[in-house]
């Protein structure tokens, strides 16, 4: 886990060579769908049956969306800044299906720092194995003392 401090930080906008960033990869599992479905309650056939899911014209069950903006909070939390984060907000939107068995690389770099409210703003964006964007966000991350 990172532990950066506000003081730590360097945006985009400071230095455009030697900003803050970071990434991890992750590969998604039934048992992570099933666990998202447990505490979502989310029972689209879209991501419970296969053969829905191939009939819209998907080769498998489509990953909840959340489910892949749920890394964000990972990025945010662990890696960027990491252990003193306070999570403001996640602005992300979707750009292609996630499916099971899929890695997916989650990277995200500080764009801005903001003195007066001791927060950054992060943009990220999860890949898949493909090299295919899936999804892109704006975070907005705080600090703890």
């Keep these: 886990m990172n532990e950066y401090r506000f003081e730590e930080i360097i945006s985009k ?18 048992e992570m769908m099933q666990k998202f479905y447990e ?8 991501h419970m049956d296969e053969a829905f899911a191939k009939e819209q ?5 489509v990953v909840y969306g959340m489910l892949t903006a749920s890394f964000y909070s990972r990025l945010a939390g662990v890696y960027l800044p ?3 984060c306070l999570l403001h907000s996640v ?5 292609n299906p996630v499916f099971i068995g899929d890695t997916l690389t989650v990277a995200g770099y500080v764009k801005e ?6 927060t950054i703003d992060i943009v990220a964006t999860i890949t898949n194995q493909d090299g295919k964007k899936v999804s892109k966000a704006k975070i907005l991350a705080g600090f703890l003392k």
Excluded: C, M
Excluded at 13 to 30: G, I, L, R
């Design 82 to 84: 990491g252990k003193f």
């Design 91 to 95: 602005e992300s939107s979707f750009k």
């Design 113 to 118: 720092k903001h003195e007066a409210t001791r």
């Design 13 to 30: 906008e400071e230095d455009k060579k030697e900003y803050t960033k970071a990434e991890f990869s992750t590969s998604v599992t039934a």
């Design 57 to 61: 014209g998907f080769y498998s069950r």
């Design 39 to 46: 505490i979502s309650g989310d029972d689209n056939p879209l």
